[in-house]
């Protein structure tokens, strides 16, 4: 009372920091779920709080970077890519795992054809109709790596199509497409797998994918690096507890009440029919230097690029340790 009446004054609490984060598909990313079960979010709405924002593809967070519009970007490795050397967000680094492709035991994306196709090596492939569900997307790039790899050209022997997800398996069971790619929810389906095999999977051609991670801009690590590595803590302890086969069912219900879809349709997320998540919320920086790599080889990218002058790994492993 004598301090107040003398002039001084306490310190204001600071206000937590705001952490925008995009996100395209849940349960791919888990960013508008992240904190639906409680006690996992222990720091968020003290030292920040976190604003999902969701866009429909990839690409189309890069501007909102460039902007400042978001902090946290969930982007592909061809996404990345782009960012760094076509939008020229020199500064954007690498600080966390989404999810990998590809990882043994778990689910890779695979390419359908029919059951009884004549297809049954990639050489079999060439004059016929395949279908990815966007050019360049990651989908689109393991298929060529694939096909180059077995001496097929990917722009002359075949002819690669764009088809919208939910229509390729209608496609393929028209036999309007001879093959198909399949992210984890749609090779999960069993009725897909009731018309139509896996020829090979991203794996076989590219191993390991990063297919999507964490990444922000220096300047916001350097102005709110506490923050993130909370964050970053309460985001490994979301990441364990969706991962954990104990909670599988509240999990699934969930992913199936935000995306407002039966149980059934969600059951696959989270077990081995799922790609691989970090447990540590790590991604693995070789496999990403693998994939761009790829990306350079196959002439999307201009010039090589270094991922680990791009990456910053110290945040996720701060955070990891606090949970040992």
Do not use: C
């Amino acid at each position: 009372m004598l301090a107040l009446l003398g002039g001084a004054t306490m310190p204001a609490a600071a206000e937590p920091v705001k952490i925008r984060v995009s996100w395209i598909l849940t349960p791919g990313e888990l960013a508008p779920i992240l904190f639906a079960h409680p006690d996992l979010a222990r720091h968020e709405g003290a030292s920040y709080v976190i604003e999902p924002i969701h866009f429909a593809g990839g690409p189309l967070s890069i501007p909102a970077i460039a902007k400042g519009e978001i902090d946290i970007g969930g982007l592909g490795y061809a996404t990345l890519a782009a960012a760094i050397q076509g939008a020229g967000i020199n500064d954007l680094m690498v600080i966390g795992d989404v999810v990998q492709d590809g990882v043994p035991g778990w689910y890779s994306l695979s390419y359908f054809v029919l059951k009884d196709s004549p297809i049954h090596t990639i050489d079999d492939l060439r004059g016929k109709t395949l279908a990815v569900n966007t050019i360049g997307s990651l989908m689109d790039l393991g298929q060529r790596q694939m096909l180059r790899q077995r001496g097929v050209h990917d722009r002359k022997d075949v002819t690669i199509v764009e088809v919208a997800s939910p229509n390729m398996k209608a496609a393929l069971a028209a036999r309007r497409i001879d093959m198909m790619g399949a992210v984890a929810p749609v090779g999960a389906d069993p009725e897909l797998r009731a018309i139509a095999r896996p020829l090979f999977t991203a794996a076989d051609t590219v191993g390991i994918t990063q297919i999507s991670a964490l990444v922000a801009r220096a300047s916001f690590i350097k102005e709110h690096r506490a923050a993130l590595v909370d964050f970053l803590e309460d985001t490994i302890r979301a990441t364990r507890w969706y991962i954990d086969p104990a909670n599988h069912a509240e999990a699934v219900k969930i992913v199936a009440n935000f995306n407002k879809q039966p149980l059934a349709a969600a059951d696959w997320a989270f077990t081995h029919q799922d790609q691989f998540r970090s447990p540590n919320v790590l991604p693995d920086i070789d496999a990403l230097q693998r994939n761009v790599d790829m990306l350079w080889k196959l002439g999307f990218l201009k010039a090589h690029l270094d991922v680990g002058a791009h990456s910053d790994l110290s945040l996720a492993r701060e955070a990891a340790a606090r949970l040992r």
